[in-house]
């Protein structure tokens, strides 16, 4: 089973920018499909991004509320995944969570936490207004 460890959040002011990391040991992250979720106190996790496994041809997908601001991205020889978080606002306050998806089909139920078979730890984002 692949293990995730995701970095790169913090403290920013609206309007600023972060970059998240998923970094997988323990298998190779080209072969799963990669989600990154968040979850604000109380409230349910929701998917911000997806994408696909390498050799299926990497396409990315993206949650309607961060369309155009945030860019996921991967790179298998640092057996990383990416989210690049610009013009960030107040609501996207939240931790985040990358998971790994080991299925044929990704695309068509990206967003769906249940579809994941591995979850990192998380990271805090805050964006102060």
């Known amino acids: 089973q692949v293990q995730l460890v995701e970095s790169g959040g913090g403290y920013v002011q609206a309007g600023g920018s972060l970059r998240l990391s998923c970094t997988a040991s323990?298998?190779?992250?080209?072969?799963?499909?990669i989600g990154w979720f968040r979850q604000a106190p109380g409230k349910e996790r929701e998917a911000v991004a997806g994408?696909?496994?390498?050799?299926?041809?990497?396409?990315?997908y993206y949650a309607d509320s961060i369309q155009g601001r945030f860019i996921i991205s991967r790179d298998d020889a640092q057996n990383t995944v990416y989210l690049q978080m610009n013009s960030l606002k107040p609501e996207d306050t939240a931790v985040y969570y990358c998971a790994a998806d080991y299925g044929l089909e990704y695309g068509s139920s990206w967003y769906t936490p249940r579809k994941y078979e591995s979850w990192g730890q998380g990271t805090q984002v805050t964006v102060s207004s």
């Open positions: 994408i696909a496994w390498s050799r299926s041809g990497g396409r990315s």
């Open positions: 323990g298998r190779t992250i080209g072969n799963y499909g």
